[in-house]
């Protein structure tokens, strides 16, 4: 029970034998009109009620929540269960060892530290590319990945016997994401709470910001940064304020030759133009019952690229239907039907008693209107009709390859054209937050650029390949193809639409170009099983799609390498070469550090344009090839029907292939089974290992915290613009030999093939450091000209690379600020962006916006985020970060009120001084308490202690 019941919700729903305690929303009038999403906060609120951190007035809030009004009431969401993956997960399980060390420094009992609520660690993103192509391809990734990864895995599998409640699926297996959706949720909880058994909504938080896949399932939760995800498993609730719904109506039907991928790219650049940052969108409607779960999926997968907390579904039949063919237990499907209906919780807009939910504001696409798309090139918001995908290839090339002229192009056609590209989207000024975070300040109307495909540079370039096979690279040349990520490897209507096609073309004489690197990474074993059972694997390998491995691989930056003689080319000649992958991310420096444009598609799109082999190719106009007869063969010719790929799912699908693949999941294969697994309470640190190492951050701390204090004297480490992503800031990708990170390996006596990526060392603080900031597309003003993480060192005036500049200034006792644009840490939700920047000496980041989760994260890690005034900027401020900052007015916190406000000082060289008031964004108290702490971990730990 919970300890307090205002409402007298507490009741019982028996289904079948089985008697289950739940929370009655109907007890509290109002909440029947609210949308679903918020519904399950209410049942939340309900479950946990305390009178502390919960109370009936928080009840009552949402009760009479108010669609039109801007965020204001903060509550505390406790989630079911939290969900990661090992990138972000190892840091999680390394602050929990070190957390339990700490605990026993202070006089607590280490056991203390322990997952309160289910944890599941999925192992997804540690597989590269290195071998792809051929048959072996798999085995040997795995076996590099295991030859690599040795230590972490070996840390993992202790923390599964160390933690309660706490459960790891091995390498290859899947991408989390979709195994969270096939296997780990459950729709409805259950737990053994004072000796009943309770029911409740399934919820989580993950850690990737694709946690929103599930969404599809009618599983509310969203990606929180690996700190706050920390302190969810230790009983943490997560502080949030009410948001506005966005009810988005979907109508109508998916026409022929369009695709769930086409659907999601569309949706994201409505709901990117509409402005959802911030937001929860909900889908609702008849239409709702027309869109299958897969594409369900596909679209909640996508909330982050649109920037919205959620993109959610109702739980209705085909929900059940799903669960069903996912070989989830019957008696759980008829709890979440049971369940749902008795909660108010079930869609079926046709029922005499349905109540339509009210929403803040309103959005409706009518499905058969969307046309086949890609997204690119470094933006997944930035669709492009795929009839115009020739065209606008070449309006963006020029920017590539020659910048200057692009300039000058763009000028000439503001002239002729009476555009003004000089204007930007603006955003209401009278709350800087909702101006901040709450606003949409991604969707700048596209460049019109070059524009014209057949005047467009080229720079072909011969090369012979490993093979002997004579040919040419050219700028817009693809290199490489990849059928990756759970966006997409999900759904088996695009996967199986992939594989068709790919017979198609085989039988029409076709082949991938011998330039382009292409894979096939499915998101679980079951897409496997029924590419076997469909018998369309060979066809997929005749084009070079072979198995590569079961995890996000391209997506994230684990690409591999190009074959050396094409790198060689596109690095001597500076080509502009191109990914096309199936995936969510095409962030500049993610997808491959040769490839400067990346492009997003569906699984049957991939394959084409590993056909075309180029960006510079209309697929309307021109064909892929000829037949042995001598016939040309467009795409439209090889492209599988509705009714081909809808008899095939039929066919080579059903739940057996779900109940089998799962059946062991936590098991392993015998390489997982076999790792030496140390033992014991607390983890035994190998003082050598360069993977895993004991992070500083409870060093000297005490159970009462210190005093926060103003900024004095800081110097700019780095001067960003506007779109700085988590993909700038965190170290991710291959670690370069000349990078700090590279020196700090070799000294350690790591070889260089052995260097492996940043997020297989997440583990290791010294690592991360060295790669914060270190993106080789980052653009720090402080150096013009200059791309990667360099900086000034203003106690010199030397140029060097930020972590040493971070050092000097450690040393000299001078504490560091960093400037932003807007939608400053936008993207995945990585922790590192915000554990780097403070280990680096950075106590405050002044920014136009911040992403919602990079800004907790900031808080969470002990630094400052604020934001410029209303329309101000650090440029039209006149600040250009050779200044000497102080930040006065924090000291308020230690009062324990947060100011709304700070005065910022910067003196510049010549003593000019530019003031300002910075807007604090710490939004909630229980930012202020972290904050007051030094961060969130710490303030859990003194919580743990003293309880």
């Known amino acids: 029970m919970s300890s307090v019941d205002t409402f007298r919700s507490q009741g019982r729903l028996e289904v079948g034998d089985t008697s289950y305690e739940i929370f009655r929303l109907s007890a509290v009038p109002g909440l029947e009109r609210l949308p679903f999403s918020l519904k399950v906060l209410a049942e939340n609120l309900l479950r946990t009620e305390d009178g502390a951190n919960v109370t009936a007035e928080h009840v009552r809030a949402i009760a009479a929540w108010d669609p039109a009004a801007e965020p204001s009431t903060e509550i505390q969401f406790t989630p079911a269960r939290v969900i990661m993956q090992d990138f972000t997960g190892v840091p999680c399980v390394v602050d929990l060892a070190t957390m339990r060390e700490a605990v026993a420094e202070l006089g607590g009992d280490p056991a203390r530290i ?74 409805v909880m259950t737990r053994e709470v004072g000796g009943a058994l309770r029911a409740y909504p399934d919820t989580c938080v993950g850690t990737d910001s694709h946690t929103t896949m599930v969404n599809g399932l009618g599983v509310l939760g969203w990606g929180v940064g690996g700190i706050e995800a920390e302190a969810a498993m230790l009983g943490q609730p997560v502080s949030m304020l009410i948001p506005r719904v966005v009810g988005f ?69 085909v929900t059940l239907d799903y669960l069903r063919l996912t070989g989830r ?22 029922s005499a008693d349905y109540v339509e939910p009210t929403f803040s504001e309103y959005l409706e696409l009518d499905l058969s209107t ?37 300039a000058a192009v763009r000028a000439a056609r503001q002239v002729t054209d ?62 490489i193809a990849s059928i990756t990520s759970c966006t997409n490897t999900s759904n088996p209507s695009v996967m199986l639409a992939a594989a ?68 060689e080319v596109v690095n001597e000649h500076d080509l502009s070469v191109v990914s096309v992958l199936s995936g969510n991310r095409n962030f500049e420096g993610r997808i491959n550090p040769d490839v400067k444009m990346n492009y997003l598609a569906s699984p049957p ?67 997982w089974q076999t790792l030496p697994t140390p033992s014991g309470d607390t983890f035994a640190w190998d003082p050598e290992s360069t993977y895993v190492r004991r992070p500083p951050y409870f060093e000297g701390m005490g159970m009462t915290p210190d005093p926060v204090t103003d900024i004095e ?6 001067k960003l613009g506007d779109s700085v992503t988590t993909d700038h800031i965190s170290p991710a990708g291959s670690i370069k030999a000349d990078s700090p990170a590279g020196r700090y390996l070799a000294e350690h006596g790591v070889d260089r093939r052995d260097f492996n990526s940043y997020g297989s060392r997440r583990g290791n603080h010294e690592v991360m450091i060295r790669g914060t900031f270190a993106n080789i597309r980052l653009r720090n003003q402080l150096v013009p000209g200059v791309e990667g993480g360099v900086t000034v060192n203003h106690l010199t005036g030397e140029q060097t690379s930020i972590y040493d500049a971070a050092v000097a200034y450690a040393a000299a006792g001078v504490p560091l600020v960093v400037l932003g644009g807007k939608e400053y840490g936008s993207g995945s939700s990585r922790d590192w962006a915000a554990k780097g920047t403070r280990l680096l000496g950075v106590r405050a980041v002044v920014a136009e916006s911040f992403e919602r989760i990079h800004r907790s994260n900031l808080i969470g890690m002990g630094v400052l985020p604020l934001q410029f005034p209303a329309g101000e900027t650090a440029d039209s401020l006149g600040l250009d970060g050779t200044e000497t900052f102080a930040v006065s007015g924090v000291t308020a916190l230690n009062e324990g009120t947060t100011p709304r406000t700070v005065a910022v000082r910067a003196e510049k060289a010549d003593g000019t001084v530019v003031e300002f008031d910075a807007v604090v964004r710490i939004d909630t108290p229980g930012e202020a308490d972290y904050y007051r702490n030094g961060g969130i971990l710490q303030y859990v730990l003194r919580s743990l202690v003293t309880s």
């Not at 997204?375 to 920017?399: C, H, M, N, W, Y």
């Not at 004297?713 to 780095?718: F, I, S």
């Open 114 to 187: 322990n997952p309160l609520a289910p944890a599941e660690l999925v192992i997804d993103h540690s597989v590269q590319i290195d071998v792809a192509g051929r048959r072996d391809a798999f085995e040997r990734n795995v076996e590099l990945e295991y030859q690599r990864n040795r230590e972490r895995y070996q840390f993992l599998r202790w923390g599964q016997t160390a933690f309660d409640d706490f459960k790891v699926v091995p390498p290859g297996t899947g991408i989390v994401h979709q195994v969270n959706l096939e296997y780990l949720a459950r729709g």
């Open 249 to 317: 109506k979907l109508t109508g039907s998916i026409p022929a030759g369009v695709t769930a991928t086409d659907v999601v790219l569309t949706i994201t650049e409505q709901l990117r133009r509409h402005g959802v940052v911030g937001k929860f969108v909900e889908f609702y409607g008849a239409g709702v019952a027309e869109v299958p779960l897969a594409n369900r999926a596909t679209i909640g997968n996508m909330s982050p690229e649109f920037g919205s907390t959620c993109a959610i579904f109702p739980i209705d039949e």
């Open 329 to 350: 237990p019957a008696d759980q499907v008829a709890l979440v039907e049971a369940y749902a209906q008795e909660q108010g919780l079930w869609h079926d807009p046709s």
């Open 370 to 406: 969307v046309v086949p798309s890609i997204a690119g090139p470094k933006r997944p918001q930035d669709r492009i009709e795929l009839t115009e995908a020739k065209e606008a290839f070449a309006s963006v090339i020029l920017d590539y390859v020659d910048p200057d002229t692009a």
């Open 418 to 479: 009476g555009l003004d590209e000089s204007v930007e989207e603006t955003f209401p000024a009278s709350d800087p937050i909702a101006a901040g975070e709450h606003a949409d300040t991604s969707a700048a109307p596209r460049e019109p650029g070059h524009a014209d495909a057949a005047r467009r540079p080229h720079k072909r370039v011969p090369v012979t390949l490993a093979d002997g096979t004579r040919t040419e690279i050219d700028h817009g040349s693809v290199v």
């Open 500 to 567: 068709l096609l790919a017979k198609k073309a085989v039988a029409r004489g076709l082949t991938a170009k011998p330039w382009v690197k292409t894979s096939m990474a499915p998101g679980s074993k079951v897409v496997t099983d029924y590419y076997q059972k469909a018998g369309l694997w060979p066809y997929l390998e005749k084009l070079g799609f072979h198995l590569v491995g079961y995890g996000c691989a391209t997506c994230i930056g684990n690409s591999g390498p190009l074959p050396e003689e094409v790198s």
């Open 605 to 671: 799109l991939v394959i084409a344009y590993a056909l075309a082999g180029t960006m510079d190719f209309d697929f309307e106009a021109e064909p892929l090839g000829t037949s042995e007869t001598g016939e040309p063969v467009f795409l439209r010719d090889i492209w599988p029907s509705p009714q081909e790929v809808q008899a095939t799912i039929d066919s080579s699908i059903d739940s057996a292939m779900f109940t089998a693949d799962y059946a062991d999941v936590f098991a392993g294969d015998e390489r």
């Open 713 to 718: 004297g800081a110097r700019v480490l780095a």
